[in-house]
């Protein structure tokens, strides 16, 4: 799945721009809380949409009933 690709990137680069805020000396840590929290959220909802994809990859839905890949989504 190309989706599956393109969400690979996007989590390394939402990676990449966390980790040059940790290293970065010059700012504060409000600062830094300030301007990772949406980068922090944004990581957790492209590795949720990642693993519901490869859910279904891996299991396709077999009904037209449509897709439950959410009922099976262990929340933490």
Not at 42 to 59: F, G, I, T
Request: net charge negative; with cysteine.
């Amino acid at each position: 799945m190309i989706s599956l690709t393109h969400l690979e990137a996007a989590l390394e680069a939402v990676d990449a721009e966390v980790k040059a805020l940790l290293y970065n000396q010059s700012m504060s840590l409000n600062e830094k809380d300030e301007k990772m929290l949406p980068l922090l959220r944004e990581s957790k909802v492209l590795k949720q949409a990642y693993e519901d994809l490869c859910y279904l990859r891996d299991n396709p839905p077999t009904s037209t009933t449509g897709c439950k890949a959410g009922q099976y989504r262990e929340d933490k």
